[in-house]
C-alpha cells in the first residue's frame, strides 16, 4: 500500500514538472518575438531620424551641384540648330530656350528645405521657335509652360518651370519633349509639342 501511494506522489510530481516547463517555453517565446520586434521598430526610426538629419543640415556635394547647375541655367540659353528632310523636303529648326527673369516662381520649403533653404525664388523659362521648310519660314512662335496648362496639377502650376526640350523625329514630325518640374526637385512630368510638316502643332503630354 506504501509503495502504490509513493508510486501515485511520484507521477503527480513529474507532471507538474512537465506542465511547468513547456509554459516556460512558451513565455520564454512570447519574450523573444516582442524584444525582436522592439528592436526593428528602434533600427528603422534611428535611420529616419538620420536621414532627415542629414538632409537638413548638411546637404551633399550632389546637392550643391544640382543647386549650382540649375541657376547656371538663367544666363545660358539651351540651343537647338539643326537640319534634316522628310522626303525631298529639307527643314531648319532654330530654337532658343532661356530664363525670363522674372522671379515669379517661389519654390516653398517643403520642396527645398534639404537644401537649407525656407524658400527658393526663381524664375519662368520660355523657347523661342522658327521652323523653315526650303528655306521659307513656316512656323515661329515662343512657347511657355502656359502652352501646357492642362496637363498641369496645382503645384505644377505654381511652382513648375519649362525645362530645355529634347528634339526627337519620328513619322514626318518634329516633337519637343519637355519636363515641367519644380525646381531642385525630381517632381515634375513629361509634356510635349508635336509639329507637323506644314507647320501646324499639337500638344500632349507622355
Known amino acids: 500500500m506504501k509503495l502504490i501511494f509513493s508510486f501515485l506522489i511520484l507521477m503527480i510530481f513529474l507532471s507538474a514538472c512537465n506542465n511547468s516547463a513547456v509554459k516556460d517555453t512558451h513565455s520564454t517565446g512570447s519574450v523573444s518575438d516582442s524584444q525582436v520586434s522592439a528592436i526593428k521598430d528602434t533600427t528603422t526610426r534611428v535611420k529616419h531620424d538620420l536621414h532627415e538629419d542629414t538632409a537638413e543640415e548638411n ?27 522628310f522626303g525631298a523636303d529639307t527643314f531648319q529648326m532654330h530654337l532658343k530656350h532661356y ?17 537649407k533653404l525656407d524658400s527658393f525664388v526663381t524664375h519662368n523659362f520660355a523657347t523661342v ?54 525646381p531642385l526637385t525630381d517632381v515634375g512630368v513629361g509634356v510635349a509639342m508635336v509639329m507637323n510638316p506644314d507647320g501646324t502643332i499639337t500638344y500632349k503630354n507622355h
Open 99 to 115: 530664363c525670363l527673369m522674372d522671379s515669379a516662381i517661389k519654390v516653398p520649403k517643403k520642396y527645398v528645405h534639404m537644401y
Open 59 to 85: 546637404p551633399g556635394g550632389d546637392l550643391t551641384s544640382i543647386y549650382n547647375e540649375y541657376v547656371d541655367h538663367y544666363k545660358k540659353p539651351c540651343k537647338i540648330d539643326s537640319v534634316f528632310t
Open 129 to 182: 521657335i522658327r521652323l523653315d521648310k526650303n528655306s521659307k519660314t513656316i512656323f515661329k512662335r515662343t512657347v511657355y509652360k502656359n502652352d501646357f496648362e492642362k496637363f498641369l496639377y496645382p503645384q505644377l502650376k505654381e511652382y513648375g518651370a519649362l525645362l530645355c526640350p529634347e528634339m526627337n523625329l519620328s513619322n514626318n514630325t518634329i516633337e519637343l519633349d519637355y519636363s515641367i518640374s519644380i
